[in-house]
């Protein structure tokens, strides 16, 4: 039987109107005494949740991570002292057939009561806000692209080719020629000649691009991207300057993020709105690696080794890193050289998944020992990788008598055997 570690425990089934509690205490004859509660979702019910387990002395309460709604009962609980285990969902699920919400608060509190709920992250209030910038920010340039593209296919329908000569269309050019199609401008010459810089060597292309008829239904919708687009652009400046003023703590472990290859400033913010600078929370680089989804999966049974997909981890994560990785494939490092051979074996996403992973490493002992990034430091590595593909065994010895014949590297001879 397991021990008891917590006599008096809680477990708070969390939706998003209402929240079921069940209160266990395990009396000194060892009976366990249960007591349910149930409770509005309103900040004034969660107090006299709070209230409730203050008076009982309850020192930990455990709840599924469902969605956002945990977010008010976990603030209002540790603001009073009160221990709270946020519990992946997936790995307290219930018997199939016995699923209840208060059968869910009195697992959640069983299981909390024998110290068998493994806490999930939960970062700092200030790396919490640093999160929701940086995720908006996010969302609201992706929001931007697809309003873009939407232009791009409105342009298109009306015969309008811009986006065929020009690299983007948010470029100041293609804003001066969208505008004056506004104004009521259809003469091509006129509006090709609103071009500006080296985009004046294709006034020809332009023009035949400009050639088509706008009606005033398609004028109409255009004028309607374009103001979202001005709305939209003027939300990512927001969350630029707001991101920019919750930085002013964080300059050091940032800039030393940004010595890793493949890492820039924004995707610096990202990656420690994710997982804040405190990397004891994790214990090691490969439970951050874990937890971020980013490692290989183990799926094995009978010696047989089946499928090794990554698991589902924090996507947003996993798109920063992945993007970073892709960036210092032709870097001139160790982690674009290792790029090069994944991809060379495995193909681009799996390779770019490999560095990912191998990225994280790098970042939790940058942001751990304080130190930035030194390439220098997989130099022994890169030079036995180096050696053992510069150099392939023979039968007969070569003068100097190493026992090996030199070949040239698959990315170049970047460095002498």
Partial sequence: MDEVVYPVACGVDVHQNSLVACLRTVRP?????????????????????????VRERCPVVAMESTGVYWRPAYRALAAQGIEVRLANPQRVKPVRGKKTDKADAVRLAQLVALDQIAPSFIPPEEILALRHLARGRVKAVQDLTTEWNRVGKLLNDTGIKLDAVVSKLKIKSARLMLDALLAGERDPHKLADLARGILRRKLPALRKALDAPCGDLYTHLLALHLNQINVLEAGVTAHEALLEEACGTLRDPLARLCTIPGVGSHAAVDIVAEIGTDMSRFGSASRLAAWAGVCPGNNESAGKRYSGRTRSGNKHLRRILVQCAWSCRKHDSWLGHRFRQFMARKGGKK????????????????LQSGQPYEDSRYGDRYQEDAERLAWIPTDQPPPNGSGAQPRMFPWGARLSA
């Fill in 351 to 366: 390779a770019a998944m490999a560095i990912a992973h191998k990225l994280l490493v790098i970042v939790y002992h940058v």
């Fill in 29 to 53: 004859d060892g009976r366990v005494q249960r007591e349910s509660r149930g409770f509005d979702g309103t900040t004034p019910d969660i107090r006299q949740l709070v209230a409730w387990l």
